[in-house]
Every structure is written in structure tokens, then in C-alpha cells.
């Protein structure tokens, strides 16, 4: 049974940098893709980066590029998110995803989310 745990969310001001980290058990990890989405309130979740199963390429989008970065550690079964110059704008409930096999946006196991709020 896949499980993703997210932490690392909390209240920050606008500009600083956060790290957001996602264990993973129930899977051979470094088998999967991993992704994180974000959710706003009001909004529906959207994509915001990913890393394929070996490490060697990672996905975008726009609205993060340039200010977050996603790695993993296969050996801690972990990925990450660090995030700086945060903006209110990036506010929501950040997910972790997993997906193996060929790489796509379109994710099949899902974390509980943590909270980011950026204050202005």
C-alpha cells in the first residue's frame, strides 16, 4: 500500500524560503516519479513540479520556475520541495504524488497535503 507523508508547512512572510519534504513507504521508490501539486483555496489543485524516477529530469510549472526546486534521496525514500521567495500567491495545500512507469503529469497516489500560507 502506497503512503506519502507530508511535512514541513507552516505560516511564513512573503520572500523568505521553506522545505517541504514527502516520505514515501509501501513503494520501491526509486521506481516512481514524484510530484507536487498545490491547491488554493477556491481553486483547484494544480501542478507544480516533478522529478522522474531516476533523478535525471525535472518539470516545471511556470508560476514556480526559477523559485522552487524539487530533489529526492532514494535512499530515504524522500522528496522535496524547497521553495524561496515565497509569494501570497503560492498559499495552499501543498500534496505530494507518486507515479510509476512513463512519465506524465497525471499522478496516481496521493499524500494528505500540508499547509503553506505566505503572508503578505
Known amino acids: 500500500q502506497v503512503r506519502l507523508v507530508e511535512s514541513g508547512g507552516g505560516l511564513v512572510q512573503a520572500g523568505v524560503s521553506l522545505r517541504l519534504s514527502c516520505a514515501a513507504s509501501g513503494v520501491t521508490f526509486s521506481r516512481y516519479n514524484m510530484g507536487w501539486f498545490r491547491q488554493a483555496p477556491g481553486k483547484e489543485r494544480e501542478f507544480a513540479a516533478a522529478i522522474r524516477w531516476s533523478g535525471s529530469s525535472t518539470d516545471y510549472a511556470d508560476s514556480v520556475k526559477g523559485r522552487f526546486t524539487i530533489s529526492r534521496d532514494n535512499a530515504k525514500s524522500t522528496v522535496y520541495l524547497q521553495m524561496n521567495s515565497l509569494k501570497p500567491e503560492d498559499t495552499g495545500v501543498y500534496y505530494c504524488?507518486?507515479?510509476?512507469?512513463?512519465?506524465?503529469?497525471?499522478?496516481?497516489?496521493w499524500g494528505q497535503g500540508t499547509q503553506v500560507t505566505v503572508s503578505s
Open positions: 504524488a507518486a507515479k510509476p512507469g512513463v512519465y506524465s503529469r497525471n499522478f496516481n497516489y
